[in-house]
């Protein structure tokens, strides 16, 4: 008779843990398998030609390398939270960009290197909840709320998170202007 009543706590428990868990990082890969078509404006490709595609190879250049230096980092820029904070996705998160992953892991490999980019979800939010075909159909169709599963709307706020003047190489930010030269809406 007592273990019913510890049964179903512990039920209680775990469905309240499952509800904990928030929205994960999934990597850009997961929304390419629905989000390259041309008909319905190759989003993917779009985001490829961006210069948000090359945000961590950047860290990796002779101009990152001295900008790191004068600033007295004490590594590559590559390795410092204090360039990758902008220049990956969802850094400082636990399903984020990982400084160190398990080598023999190569699915974890696999999904670190995705998330080696300003990618989608640096935008649009973590998508291990949102991006199932239904749910993706319900939010576009405007039956579900994209907010109760971590999506975001981005707007300007979105993008000053980065583009501020924290950036060492800082530039001003035109919203429109700069919307316009990453546009990847529907035809
Ligand atoms: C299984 C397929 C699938 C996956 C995976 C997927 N999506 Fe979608 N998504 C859709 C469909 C279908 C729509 C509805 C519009 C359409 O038909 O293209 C949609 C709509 C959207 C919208 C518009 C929502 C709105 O408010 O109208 C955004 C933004 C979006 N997806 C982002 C993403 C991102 C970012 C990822 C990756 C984390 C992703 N999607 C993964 C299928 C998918
Ligand atoms: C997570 C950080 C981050 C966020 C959020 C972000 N950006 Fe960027 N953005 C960068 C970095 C880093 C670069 C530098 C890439 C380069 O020089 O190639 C960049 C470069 C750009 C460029 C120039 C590259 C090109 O292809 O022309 C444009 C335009 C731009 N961002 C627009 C935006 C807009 C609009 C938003 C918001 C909707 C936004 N960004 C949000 C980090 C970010
Ligand atoms: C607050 C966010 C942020 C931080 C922190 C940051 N960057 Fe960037 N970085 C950007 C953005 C945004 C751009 C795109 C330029 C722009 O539009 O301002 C960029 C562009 C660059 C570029 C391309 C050159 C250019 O003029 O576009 C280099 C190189 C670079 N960053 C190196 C670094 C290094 C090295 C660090 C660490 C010391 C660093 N960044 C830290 C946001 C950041
Ligand atoms: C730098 C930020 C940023 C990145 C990176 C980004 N997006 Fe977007 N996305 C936006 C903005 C801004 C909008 C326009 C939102 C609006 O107008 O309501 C948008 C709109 C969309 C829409 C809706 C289009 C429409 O016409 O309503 C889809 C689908 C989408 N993005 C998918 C993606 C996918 C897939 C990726 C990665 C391949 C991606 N986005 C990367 C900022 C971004």
Redesign the pocket.
């Known amino acids: 008779m007592r273990l019913i009543p510890s049964i179903v706590f512990l039920l209680m428990g775990s469905l309240i843990f499952a509800q904990d868990a928030g929205p994960e990082f999934v990597g850009n890969k997961k929304c390419k398998m629905c989000h390259n078509k041309t008909e319905k404006g190759a989003q993917y490709t779009k985001w490829e030609t961006t210069?948000h595609a090359n945000t961590f190879d950047?860290?990796l250049?002779d101009?990152?390398k001295a900008?790191?230096k004068k600033?007295g980092?004490k590594t590559t820029?590559d390795l410092?939270g204090?360039?990758l904070?902008?220049?990956v996705t969802g850094w400082g998160t636990p399903t984020g960009y990982q400084l160190e992953v398990d080598e023999t892991d190569k699915r974890a490999v696999s999904q670190n290197n995705a998330l080696k980019s300003v990618g989608c979800e640096a935008c649009h939010g973590a998508g291990s909840l949102y991006k199932g075909k239904k749910d993706m159909l319900a939010i576009e169709a405007g039956t579900l709320d994209g907010a109760t599963l971590g999506l975001v709307k981005p707007t300007e706020q979105t993008c000053l998170g980065?583009?501020?003047d924290?950036?060492?190489?800082?530039?001003p930010?035109d919203f429109k202007e700069r919307s316009a030269k990453i546009a990847h809406r529907y035809p």
Do not use: D, M, V, Y
Request: aromatic share 8%; hydrophobic share 35%; charged share 20%.
């Open positions: 210069g950047i860290l250049t101009e990152a900008i790191a600033r980092l820029p410092a204090e360039c904070q902008c220049h980065c583009h501020n924290k950036s060492p190489t800082f530039k930010f």
